[in-house]
Structures are given as C-alpha cells and as structure tokens.
C-alpha cells in the first residue's frame, strides 16, 4: 500500500458522483446503467449459499464428535473434522464480510431499506458489526484508496501490526503468513478490525466529525449485552435453569434496549455519512439479533438437544478469530500492497480457483480493479465491467492481472501470482497521479458535502 506522490495532474470523480468528463471512456451510458443495475432477487442466493456452506460444516463436524461421544468412532476423527468445519466456518464468515461489503455500497439489493436490514441481520450481526460501521470505514478507503492520511485500511494494518513493507520477497511473504499462525496475531487483528469497521472507529477516517463524537455510552451498553448476557445465561442454560434464563436473558435485553432508546441524540455520533437507520435503531437491533440467538442457543441446551453453547464458542467464536481473520489478512495484503495511489494502478484484478475465491476473495473480490473504477456495480457483474474495460488501452495497458495465489513465478501470459507481485519487479516505477474516487458516495446519504470537499482537497494536494 505504498503511497506515491502525486503529479501534475489529478485523476478524480466529482462529488455528485458523476465520472470526470476530461477523461475519455468508451463505456456508453446505457452499457453503465446496465452495469450498475441492482434487484431484489439475485443475492438471495449468494446468502443462502452462504447458510448452507454454515450448516453442512456444523453438521459435519458435530455429528463426527457426538459420534466418538457415543463410542461409535474414534476420537481421533474430531480433529480434522473440526479444523475442516473451522476453516469452512471462517471462509463463510469472509463470505458474510463480502455480502456486508455489497450492502455497504448499497448494491446488496435495490430497495434501500432491504439492503441495510438484510446486510446487518444476514451478515453483519452475525460476526458481531454493521453495516453502517463497516461503510464509514470501507468507503473512505475507496474514495482515499491507499492515502497513509486517509484511509483506514492502512492505519488499521498499522495498528494492528500487521502492515508490510513493500516490495518484500516471496520468502519474507512465506513468513509474514506463518506469524499469522500464531493466534495472538490473529487474536490482535481482529480486535483492532472490530475498532475500525464494527464501532466506526479510527484515528484516520475523513468522514469522523470531531465536533459531534458522541459518547461511550452507546457502546457500553451494548458490551454489556453482548459479553455479559453470555456470562450469565451460559452457565445457567448448563445447569438447566430454564426458567431462571427465560426471566433473566429477556430482562437483561429489556434493560439494554431501555438504555439506548432513552439516550439523548448526542450521545450518538455524528459523521459526515448519514445512516439509513438511526444509530439508535441500528444499536436497539443489533442487541435484540444477540438476544434471539442466545435464547435459541439457550433453548437448544436447554432441551436436551446438545451442547449448543459449546459448539458455537467451538465452531462459531473460535472461527471468529482465527481463520476469518486469517482468510482476510490473506486478501488484504495483496489487494492494495505494493501498489500507488493511480486509477489503474491501486489495486489489480485476481483469478483464482473456486476454493480459494470462496475463503479469500469472496463476493466478486476477485475483480478488485474494476470494483474500485465503478464501485457501485454488483460483484455478479463486476467480470462483465472488466471485459468492457478492458476495451480502454490505458486499463489494458496499466491494469494488472494476477492468477494463482501462492508462488513467485509468472505463468505463461506473463501473469504474476498474487504473493508474487508483492515484490520488486512490480513495485510502482513512476508516479501514477492520485485517484480520489468521489463516485465510491455516490449513493451514499452526504451530512456534509463541505467536509468531505475539504478532504478530497488534502488529498489531492499531499504528495
């Protein structure tokens, strides 16, 4: 994510979200209306893939350990199991990430209202964030993509120690990764990501109003839910009270919900990115998602059924912050390391297998490029955009195309792998002018255009 200076000139989108006029495009606008079309119908599928990816491995793997429980197999079975349905787990919840990601830039579904309620209640609450959060954070990174000042991708590497020194060798890669091994790595980037795209956080977002942060209240209370319900209705769901957490997990949630409702608007934070729903709803929502599935997690235990808290700390919460993380870790690196701050020129295009398109670079991630040329295009259409681009000499010439993941060696179309162009010989030769994409909010409900304006122009004016 190196960060050249720019030069004389400056690549950029207005902030009306129309594309810059001085550049030549030979996209029609009917080819772009066409691209940037969205529905109601068409993720539904990519979610409840999604679902069924969660409850084949959850299936498997308990089966398998309540199988060596009941002495029918061997115990050792339970382990590649479990490490497989870890890992599928933790691909999945990647895939939740993506399906976040579409709703982000409200393309997950075409109505509004539907994009916001089924990115949080179909993907973001289930690994603990929103999708609001998560867009103050991702879409700043695509408007000041790879500025160190302004986007949070890069202070969030920074702060969580996981940012490379780029160019690096294939070897130092190879070594990067297997640090990431050990859990207190993964334990630490995960914490740090939850700061930046979960609580909106991050000492470098162009969108924070610092004259409106609101207060910690807010977040305390829904700490309070998230962490101490579990305290308290876990080991009574083992002990078999089940009146005692019919009483005590709905009062806990009544109390938590009372708290936010009854907080005053300030206490809530500003940002210069309007939420779809009201920060209070979204707080009031994501609390009662945790209470519906501690109750059914609760229920589950409580009926005999199995052990159903400790197979979601197990398969769920482990996967949480181990492989999830991994898998993101393995994307982030490569998508923007190495690379400047040019139009085409910060990111590149990766075509990989399905396994490896599942975990890695899920929800059309593969085609990095042409997602931070026209953000708003769906990811089921983004290879489409890519053909079409690929019509312009300067992308074709300038835009980058990586295959295969691990290894160094360039394949027979001269085409690097994705660790592989992570070194010298790809490292960024001339200064690319800056790219500040102001299309990537053009969807985006704008609090205040001034200080996004003034943004742009630091921007564009940092070398």
Known sequence: MTAHGATASVSARRLDGEPDLAR???????????????????????????????????????????????????????????????????????????????????????????????????GAFPIFTTTYHYRLHHLAHHQFVNDPLRDPDISQLHDSDHWLDFPITHVEMLWSLL???WLPNLFRYTIVRAKYSSLGGGSSNPYADPERPGSVRPLRAGILFAVGAPLVIVPLSVMGYSLAVAIILPLMWAVVVGILWMLPDD???????????????????????????????????????????????????????????????????????????????????FLVGPIMRYAVFPFGMDYHLPHHIMASVPHYKLKRLHELLLEEPEYRSKGLIVEGYFGDAENAQGHPTAMGVLG????????????????????????????????????????
């Open 179 to 181: 640090k990431q091994l």
């Open 24 to 122: 030549p495009s030979r996209q029609s606008s009917e080819d772009i209306k066409a691209l940037k079309a969205r529905d109601n119908v068409t993720n539904w599928w990519h979610l409840a893939r999604i679902y069924l990816v969660i409850a084949a491995s959850v299936a498997g793997a308990v089966w398998v350990i309540e199988s060596a429980r009941a002495g029918e197999i061997s115990w050792w079975w339970t382990i590649p199991s479990t490490i497989a349905a870890i890992f599928a787990i933790g691909a999945s919840q990647h895939q939740f990430g993506g399906a976040i990601h579409e709703g982000t830039h409200y393309v997950l579904f075409a109505n509004r209202k539907l994009n916001e309620l089924a990115s949080d209640w179909l």
């Open 267 to 349: 206490a809530y934070p500003r940002t210069r990115l309007a939420p779809v729903i009201p920060l209070r709803m979204i707080g009031i929502h994501r609390v009662t998602y945790l209470a519906l599935l501690y109750g059914a997690l609760s229920a589950v235990q409580l009926a005999g059924w199995g052990d159903a808290w400790m197979y979601f700390g197990l398969l769920w919460v482990l996967a949480l912050f181990t492989t999830f993380p991994l898998f993101m870790i393995l994307r982030q690196w490569v998508q923007h390391g190495n690379a400047d701050r040019g139009r085409y020129t910060n990111t590149r295009v």
């Open 424 to 463: 010298e010989k790809y490292a960024p030769k001339t200064e690319e002018a800056v790219y500040v994409d102001n299309a990537a909010i053009e969807y985006a409900d704008i609090a205040d255009a001034a200080g996004i304006a003034r943004e742009v122009e630091a921007s564009l004016r940092k070398n």
